[in-house]
């Protein structure tokens, strides 16, 4: 998805989380306001042990679901966001995302390649059964473009080496 790709996941489309539709109507609202940015964050991540932390997730789940998506790792996305209003980029939407995409699997196998946890993981046979035994709301799985941030100058660093990189420097 690119940044003027519309909100697939949305009230309007009725398929989607509250939260991921407050933030599509929230740039619905912004849509063309003038001195604005959206900065679009995705599942965030770092190296801090945390509930709320996409690595922590991933290792106390029970189950996973194989997915491929985008991630931010959250220092990264707090510099860069910084860098748009020092920069004077152009105002308007940025996907703030470490470039590339990555699966459920592999962040697995980082996981366990780091050695910060020796566990053995499970997934659910598809998306089918998860939301039948383990979802609550609907989940989005997407890609999203960072060419526009790259332009500006503001390069993140590769999503699989971001991953590694929390990981090697993982906090309890």
Known sequence: FTETDP????FRQNNCSFYSGTKALGEEVLAGAPNCY??????????VDNPRNYLTKVMRYDRLLEARNSLSQLDEFV?????????????????????????????VELIQKSG????????????????????????????????KLQQTGIVMTEVHEAVAQALREWQR
């Open 116 to 147: 910060v946890i020796q566990k053995k993981f499970a997934f659910f046979r598809d998306e089918a059964e998860f939301m039948r035994l383990a979802a609550k709301t609907p989940r989005s799985n997407c890609v999203l473009d960072t060419t």
């Open 7 to 10: 909100p697939n996941f949305t």
């Open 79 to 107: 510099q860069a966001c910084l860098s748009c209003w020092q920069r004077r980029v152009p105002f308007g939407t940025y996907n703030v995302t470490n470039p590339g995409s990555i699966t459920t699997h592999e962040v």
């Open 38 to 47: 959206i900065w679009r964050l995705r599942i965030p991540f770092n190296n």
